[in-house]
């Protein structure tokens, strides 16, 4: 009898045991920042560091409340990837067009406020710095992932997709890739839409 009782002890203390240890194992894994953008897909410390050398000058990051690594990660992805020859209008300030043979200044003023024409399409590209909330282009970072991914903005009517903008190619970038953009366009001054829009001159 008290063998009875003495192996059911055992049993429970067991399953609490087990159980106990599982628990650990899921928050020391939350502690680690193993989460499923994340997991298995560690930033590239060069990429995060070179991000932050080609800033453009004039243009300060507010790194308050901002993952650090993130923003300098989508710093890399967002300037090296022609964003603002289509998102900054003009791209290079008076006497900094390097296509000129001049020395390289990116437009600081007007950085990502959009405002560049496509003739003869009707499509302006879009002011992507971050609103009054502090969010790129007005959008949270979902509604950033579905854009990129789908060219569908939610504030088009259903089955308008975006035309200019190359998103079937960003669209296949990796979620913290994507989530990297977004961070960095946290950062980065917010503007209102550019008063003078035109094509590329
Ligand atoms: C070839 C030009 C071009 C390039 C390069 C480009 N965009 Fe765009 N983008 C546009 C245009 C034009 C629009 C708006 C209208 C459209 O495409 O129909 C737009 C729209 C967007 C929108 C949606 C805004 C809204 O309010 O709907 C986001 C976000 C965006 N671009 C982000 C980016 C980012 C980030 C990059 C660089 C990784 C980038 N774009 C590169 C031309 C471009």
């Known amino acids: ?9 055992r049993f429970s203390l067991a399953v609490v045991f087990v159980a106990a240890t599982t628990l650990c194992a899921s928050v020391s ?3 680690r920042g193993d989460r499923d953008d994340d997991r298995g897909d560690r930033l590239n410390e060069s990429q995060v560091k070179r991000g932050f050398e080609i800033v453009p000058a004039g243009v300060t990051l507010n790194l308050v409340g901002k993952n650090r690594a993130l923003v300098g990660l989508g710093s890399y992805i967002v300037n090296t990837t022609g964003c603002n020859d289509c998102h900054t209008h003009t791209a290079y300030a ?13 437009n600081a003023a ?7 024409t496509f003739p003869p399409s009707p499509f302006v590209s879009a002011n992507i710095t971050p609103n009054y909330a502090g969010r790129p282009a007005g959008f949270t970072l979902s ?3 579905k854009v990129l991914r789908t060219g569908h903005d939610p504030k088009d009517p259903p089955g308008v997709l975006l035309q ?3 998103w079937p190619v960003f669209g296949k970038k990796t979620d913290q890739d994507l989530t990297a953009i977004y961070e ?7 503007l209102p839409n550019n008063p003078n829009p035109g094509p590329q001159p």
């Open 1 to 9: 009898m008290n063998n009875t009782v003495d192996r059911r002890h």
């Open 29 to 31: 894994g939350e502690e």
């Open 94 to 106: 008076p006497g900094g067009d390097p296509f000129q043979a001049q020395p390289e200044m990116i």
């Open 110 to 116: 007007q950085y990502l406020a959009g405002g560049r």
């Open 143 to 145: 509604e950033f992932l």
């Open 164 to 166: 200019v903008m190359p």
């Open 184 to 190: 960095y366009l946290r950062a980065i001054p917010s």
